[in-house]
């Protein structure tokens, strides 16, 4: 089955860079959409940043851009987040996910990976 499992995840300070890697298996990913969500407590899952696994073509949320990059590595069949300048509100879980519609609304969720930034 397909499985998703992210890692990378950790505590660091205000300005610190962290990088999200998603291992993908059990199935092709060739024209799926991938990429990240994150949930911070109290608040509904929203979209990060996304992929298109054939091309690299990207995609981000305001808050992402210019901070956050978005991955692949096609051979590891992963996916990465790379983050700089973290502040305190980029805390949250953070969940990969793929899909195959633009959409992206997700077909397939990882476990998440905990983000905290701390002031």
């Known amino acids: 089955q397909v499985q998703l499992v992210e890692s990378g995840g950790g505590l660091v300070q205000a300005g610190s860079s962290l990088r999200l890697s998603c291992a993908a298996s059990g199935r092709t990913f060739k024209s799926y959409f991938m990429g990240w969500f994150r949930q911070a407590p109290g608040k509904e899952r929203e979209f990060v940043a996304r992929?298109?696994?054939?091309?690299?073509?990207?995609y981000y949320a305001d808050s992402a851009k210019g901070r956050f990059t978005v991955s692949r590595d096609n051979a590891k069949n992963t996916v990465y987040l790379q983050m700089n300048s973290l502040k305190p509100e980029d805390t949250a879980v953070y969940y990969c996910?793929?899909?195959?519609?633009?959409?992206?609304?997700?077909?397939?969720w990882g476990q998440g990976t905990q983000v905290t930034v701390s002031s």
């Open positions: 992929i298109y696994w054939d091309t690299g073509s990207t």
């Open positions: 996910t793929a899909d195959r519609s633009e959409q992206f609304t997700g077909a397939y």
